[in-house]
Each structure stands twice: as structure tokens, then as C-alpha cells.
């Protein structure tokens, strides 16, 4: 098996690498976050050639530094970062200080991180609503047309993004949302797909949960082709041609990350099917809670207001 080099053209005309590393550690100022900049400059030099991060992260700095220290060209890297919440009145403050930490010349595709708005002291506030934000954005593009080459979204839904296709002249490139066995978001998928947006898949390994990753079936895939049961998932959700980034600060486990093998069609409706089994279909992404009765708030919304579907309980 040799490292997986697929990539995707975006509607903005850049080609997207299907696998990136995902750089939210946690707490900032852990010990993952310190020892995170070493397994960046890994990954980049083992052939990986897209890195996750947002200026929500905290370490952007860090993501910066490691390109430069890796010895990668630039230019052969797919650098993503996303505006904060508390930024959607201040976007074009937002990605300057986020240029400025990343110390580099151009983004490739910066995000909007949630559709909600929050003040910048964090607390939640109706204005600007989505669209307003992603006019923002747009004005950003056109001021900054050589630092950000592709504009998208994240944690949008097909009602959010309906709102937002009203108003704008460019079509997001990409939408970042969860998916994972137990929320493969099939329909969301095949919206986006019309819309000619690509999904990223985040915490694309569920978080790492047993649930999926001991499952006795994942486990027997993962002897079939003699590979991990991470692998097993991530080569199914590229097979679905979606981006992934996986995080992870392990170098055993970044390799694993980006080999896979190719899965025959019956294992990928397996896991298409994965989250039918009772009780499977859920969220998992700790900032996105959850509880079996769908009333949730996150970042002052609740599933409804994102238009997320609420848990289902059979
Ligand atoms: N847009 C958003 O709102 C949003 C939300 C969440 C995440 N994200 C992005 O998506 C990235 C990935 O999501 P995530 O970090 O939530 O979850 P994830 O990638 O699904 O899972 C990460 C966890 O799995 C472990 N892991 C990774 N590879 C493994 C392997 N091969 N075998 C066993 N364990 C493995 C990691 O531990 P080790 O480090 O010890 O390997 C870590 O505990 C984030 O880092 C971030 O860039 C975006």
C-alpha cells in the first residue's frame, strides 16, 4: 500500500489532497499542542501535503512554523484555517491576525468555522446572521485575491447553506462537517455534491470510539486487508470521494492515516450502513453534545436553528 496522493479540483479551480492532519489538540498549552509542531514537520515529511487548523486551535503559530522547518515547498501545501465565531463582524481583522501567525503568503482555503455568530467576549448574537458573514468573505476575496485562494464553510446544513446560496456569487468550495460510520451524513453528501461543494469529513475516526473502531465487524475488516481499524474507516470515507483529516500526534498512527487499502464494494456498503444498527446514529464530536432528546445547544444554537437532525434513538 503506498500513501494515498488522490486529490480533488474544488469549483474555485484548486486541487483539494484528500487526506489532511487535523491540528485541534485540546487545551492549548498541553503537552499535545507543544510536541505538536515535531509531528506536523513528520507528517509533511513522510507526504502529507494538507494541514487542518483554525484560529480557533490556538496554534497557528505552531502550524506555521512547522511548514517553513519542514523543508516542503509551499506551494506543494493545501493550508486550511477558519474564521472564529467571535470574527464574523471582523473578518477581514480575523484573517490578517491569522496570515500574520501563520507567517505565510496565502491561505488556501479559509472557512467560516459555524454558521452562528458570537460577540467578542463569546456570547451568542443574532448578527450578522450566515449570509451577512459569507458576504464578508466574499469582500475578503476580492481585496485579497492572491492571499485567499478558495473560501468554504464548516458545520453547515442544507438549510443553512439554502440561506446562504441566496445571497452569494460564490458557491463555497468546501463544507466541513462530522462524519463518521455512525453519521455518514449520506444526504447531506449528495446535496453538497449537487451544489458542486466537496464534504471534509472531521473527526473523520469518531473521536476514536470503541463503538466503531472495536467493533468485531471493523476489527474483521481490519484483518482482511491487514490493516488497522482506523484504516479501514478512513478508506472508506475517501472511497465515498470525501476529504478527511484525522488528528492524531502518534508517528505510527499518522502513517496509518494516510495508507489505506482499496475496499471491496460489499465492505463499503457495510459501513455505509454502519449507523442503521440501533442506537449507531449520532453525533460524537464532543463540542457537538448531544443527547437522545435533540435538544441541544451549540454555540448558542440549537440542532434545529443548524439544521442538524437530532439523535436517533431506535
Ligand atoms: N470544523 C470543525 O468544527 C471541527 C470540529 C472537530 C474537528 N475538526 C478538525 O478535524 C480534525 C480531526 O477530528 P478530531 O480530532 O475531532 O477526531 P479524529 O481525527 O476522529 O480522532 C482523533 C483521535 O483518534 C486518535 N487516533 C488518530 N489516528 C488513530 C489511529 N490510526 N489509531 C488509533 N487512534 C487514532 C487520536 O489519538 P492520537 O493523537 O494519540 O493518535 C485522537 O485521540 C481536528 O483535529 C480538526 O482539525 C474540525
Redesign the pocket.
Known amino acids: 500500500m503506498s500513501i494515498c496522493t488522490k486529490k480533488f479540483l474544488l469549483n474555485s479551480g484548486f486541487y483539494m489532497p484528500a487526506v489532511g492532519l ?4 485540546g487545551h492549548v498549552g498541553s503537552k ?1 499542542v507543544t510536541e505538536m509542531r515535531d509531528t506536523i514537520i513528520y507528517a509533511l515529511q513522510k507526504g502529507y501535503r494538507h494541514i ?3 484560529a480557533v ?1 490556538g496554534v497557528e503559530e505552531i502550524v506555521g512554523e512547522a511548514i517553513r522547518m519542514s523543508g516542503v515547498p509551499r506551494s506543494e501545501i493545501f493550508l486550511v484555517t ?1 474564521l472564529h465565531s467571535t470574527h464574523h463582524a471582523h473578518v477581514e481583522e480575523a484573517f490578517l491576525e491569522s496570515m500574520k501567525k501563520l507567517n505565510c503568503e496565502y491561505i488556501d482555503l479559509y ?1 467560516m ?2 454558521p452562528q455568530s458570537l460577540t467578542l467576549d463569546g456570547k451568542p448574537t443574532k448578527t450578522p446572521t450566515p449570509p451577512e458573514t459569507w458576504l464578508s468573505m466574499e469582500a475578503l476575496k476580492l481585496k485579497y485575491p492572491d492571499q485567499v485562494r478558495s473560501l468554504g464553510v ?2 453547515f446544513s442544507e438549510k443553512t447553506m439554502e440561506e446562504l446560496l441566496k445571497v452569494a456569487t460564490i458557491v463555497p468550495a468546501t463544507n ?1 462537517v ?1 462524519v ?1 460510520p455512525m453519521l455518514p451524513q449520506h444526504d447531506l453528501v449528495k446535496y453538497m455534491n449537487e451544489k458542486g461543494i466537496l464534504t471534509t469529513c ?7 470510539v470503541p463503538a466503531i ?1 472495536q467493533n468485531p465487524h471493523v476489527l474483521d475488516l481490519a484483518d482482511k486487508y491487514n490493516v ?4 479501514i474507516v478512513l478508506a472508506w470515507e475517501v472511497s465515498r470521494d470525501l476529504v478527511v ?6 508517528l505510527e ?1 499518522i502513517m ?2 494516510i495508507t489505506y487499502p482499496e475496499l471491496a464494494p460489499e465492505d463499503i456498503t457495510f459501513l455505509n450502513d454502519f449507523y442503521k444498527a440501533p442506537g449507531m446514529h449520532r453525533r460524537l ?1 464532543q ?1 457537538n453534545g448531544g443527547t437522545p432528546t435533540g435538544h441541544d445547544i451549540v454555540i448558542g444554537w440549537t440542532y434545529e436553528e443548524l439544521g442538524w437532525e437530532p439523535y436517533t434513538v431506535e
Open positions: 487535523g491540528t485541534w489538540q499535545a487542518d487548523t483554525a486551535y477558519k472557512l468555522h459555524w464548516s458545520n466541513q462530522e463518521h472531521y473527526s473523520p475516526l469518531g473521536q476514536y473502531l488497522t481499524a482506523a484504516q483529516i484525522p488528528k492524531s500526534t502518534n498512527r496509518q492515516n464530536c463540542i
